[in-house]
């Protein structure tokens, strides 16, 4: 060999790094960690941009959940997908449309999580379950309220 880099010699194969790939790697060690519930939530979060939700209507939306949660007690406590807080929020956002985009985008977020086990399966079960998939963006939203 001459010193030249030979592409076709190389042993590392070449591939695109896409953000949705980075964040799902970022992800990955604490998806292992989380319940279920939390592990649908912020898989959710990543795929909330691609669904358009109208500021206004999710800003009342959310003062309405968090209306709910506060009278529960503790607005500190860890959510679920089935509290009332969340399953109002879920409802009060829901259209035919948002889901459509909610599961498009999950799809391309599994499509980037080859080879990332705890990711796909969280993401499998997602696209298995829609309802549950809407609702864990309802929580990933109202949780990312309350951290602000």
Known sequence: ????????????????????RQILEHLEPHLRETEPDGAAAMLALVARDS??????????A????LLVLASGGDLQ???????RAVTGLAADLDAPARRAELEAALRGLRA???ELPEAATALDSL?????RAWRA???????D???D
Not at 1 to 20: I, N, Y
């Open 127 to 131: 696209l298995a379950d829609g309802d």
């Open 112 to 114: 980037a999580a080859d």
């Open 1 to 20: 060999m001459d010193g030249r880099l030979c592409v076709a010699e190389a042993a590392v194969p070449l591939r695109l790094v896409d953000a949705d």
């Open 145 to 147: 309220e309350l951290t």
């Open 77 to 83: 406590r860890e959510l679920t997908l089935d509290d």
């Open 62 to 65: 959310i003062r309405r959940a």
């Open 137 to 143: 963006l309802a929580a990933a939203l109202l949780a």
């Open 51 to 60: 669904v358009d939700l109208d500021e206004a209507e999710l800003a009342a």
